[in-house]
């Protein structure tokens, strides 16, 4: 099966890339399926590599085994692909996860996990017949664009925690957005420059809400308060669960590709994903929609490093949603090229 050419992408590496950014996974099973061939047992999981760029599964059946499912990459990579776990236990004896601690609250409301361990040096594995890294279940699932397990939400917050979760958000008139501008050092092309976002904050009739952690934060008192926020962004800890309470108290979630994207996607929130112009495979080529979140949007840079024409294209949509009482959040016609 040859590879669809996907033009125009800066982030076209190698064939298994070019194959998923054009969504065509069964050619990238075929490259993933000669990379297995060539991985010796003692290549597998090796300890002296970057957990994100380790191999683990060797191509043995799931079926009928105890399986564990080792999240080796991202916080939002964990969450996007966490959604295999009822598929796995419908053919696996047991399943049991290994990740970061700070997931452990929001993994357990995931149906088909039989138990969380953590993903820890010191502490010994739990028993198990076949180990598989979470990014690698496409592959072993033969996933196409036709069977991506895509129903939301998989991720679920109890009622009572998102009630309490933001006060602020309970008598607020105007539409509730969250928003995440930056995602971190691991790509900056992936960030927005606080200041480039205050016009999101000027849309009459729009709160917006912090969802932003780290670093990032320092930006909102050097901005000078050109950016407000309807909650106090001091007061927010780093409990994931958190964030996800917080969510369901809002209308539409706004970030860059980050952990929150993930995240609003798998509660089956409103979100709207920026994404720069050499954007990640997992969101392919040319896409307004995506197939891994039918509740998501994508707005993409035309121009590498241009996030001012994203902005006012999102403002726009805000002043549009604001005026048609918030009817048009997520897609309603999803395209693809």
Known sequence: MATRKVLNHPAVEDPWTSAMLAGDFETAWQVSDAVLARN???????????????????GTSLAGRHVLVRCYHGLGDTIQFIRYMPMLRRIAASVTVQAVPMLHGLLRTVSGIDGVVALDYDEPDPPFEVDIEVMELPHAFRTTLATIPDEVPYLRVDAR????????????????????????????????????????????????????RGPALAEIAASGHEVRFADDPASWTEDILDTAATMRSLDLIISVDTMVAHLAGALGMPVWTMLHAAADWRWMAGRTDSPWYPSMRLFRQSIPGAWEPVIAAIADQLQRNARLNRTVLSPSSPTSS
Request: hydrophobic share 45%; proline share 10%; glycine share 4%.
């Open 40 to 58: 010796r047992p003692g290549e597998l999981n090796r300890r002296d590599q970057p957990f994100h760029l380790r191999h683990v599964w060797n």
């Open 161 to 212: 925690r998102a009630y309490a979760a933001m006060p602020r958000a309970r008598d607020e008139p105007r539409l509730k957005v969250g928003i995440a501008w930056s995602a971190g050092d691991w790509d900056r092309r992936r960030s927005v420059p606080l200041a480039v976002v205050a016009p999101l904050a000027a849309i009459p009739d729009v709160a917006l809400f912090n969802l932003q």
